[in-house]
């Protein structure tokens, strides 16, 4: 399963975020923007800001500035965010029904339209209207809702499995909450949120900080 192609993931993640801060000088009122001033909300280099937008072909005039509105559309139908998406999650649990309630996800056009769940108590029910599907029809469902991404938020002995039933009903790209590795497959781009890593390096760094700290 690839990570993604063409352009690094850092260089995604900043696109993501220019489009948070153009987002927010909108709403000010702000109508032209510099790439020092988009930099320094940020706090990176205008070099990198230009570097990043030379990835996707011209941007604009050097010296002009950038309309606030006309950039904001760019980097969101670079980013695909444009066109609304249908995606599956996999795992009715605790994790699984706080990805379904995150309203980031519905703002940036990512609708969940199945979850499915191993779980014969689960099954059955709704959330908001959405039902709780059996794995057995995975398949059917991914095709006939067209639906292209697939969350998976199960515990680590089922997370390959599930990986594996994604690819098999069509899914292009796999969002993964599991804490483990998945295999690789041809042309199936997946983004791993390990939530464990992610606290293990902050408790590395605080106590890595306290030993540094003077008495």
């Known amino acids: 399963m690839h990570r993604g192609g063409g352009v690094s993931e850092a260089t995604v993640r900043r696109l993501s975020n220019y489009f948070r801060i153009l987002e927010e000088m909108e709403r000010e009122g702000v109508e032209t923007i510099a790439s020092e001033t988009l930099a320094e909300r940020y706090g990176i280099t205008s070099a990198q800001v230009r570097k990043d937008f030379s990835s996707f072909g011209s941007f604009g005039r050097r010296g002009l500035g950038y309309p606030v509105r006309g950039l904001r559309e760019r980097i969101g139908k670079?980013?695909?965010i444009d066109q609304p998406w249908r995606l599956v999650l996999v795992g009715a649990g605790n994790l699984g029904h706080a990805l379904f309630h995150y309203e980031e996800f519905r703002r940036r056009n990512f609708s969940i339209a199945a979850i499915f769940d191993s779980n014969p108590e689960l099954i059955g029910k709704h959330w908001e209207g959405?039902?709780?599907?059996?794995?057995?029809?995975?398949?059917?469902?991914?095709?006939?809702?067209?639906?292209?991404?697939?969350?998976?938020?199960?515990?680590?002995?089922?997370?390959?499995?599930?990986?594996?039933?994604?690819?098999?009903?069509?899914?292009?790209?796999?969002?993964?909450?599991?804490?483990?590795k998945l295999r690789e497959v041809e042309n199936v781009f997946v983004?791993?949120?390990?939530?464990?890593?992610?606290?293990?390096?902050?408790?590395?760094s605080v106590t890595a900080h306290r030993k540094l700290r003077p008495l």
């Open 78 to 80: 670079i980013l695909g």
């Open 130 to 180: 959405v039902p709780i599907l059996p794995m057995a029809q995975m398949g059917r469902l991914v095709s006939e809702r067209d639906a292209r991404i697939g969350i998976i938020a199960v515990p680590a002995a089922a997370g390959q499995a599930v990986a594996d039933q994604l690819v098999a009903a069509g899914v292009e790209g796999i969002l993964n909450f599991s804490p483990i």
């Open 191 to 204: 983004r791993n949120v390990n939530l464990s890593i992610a606290l293990e390096s902050l408790s590395y």
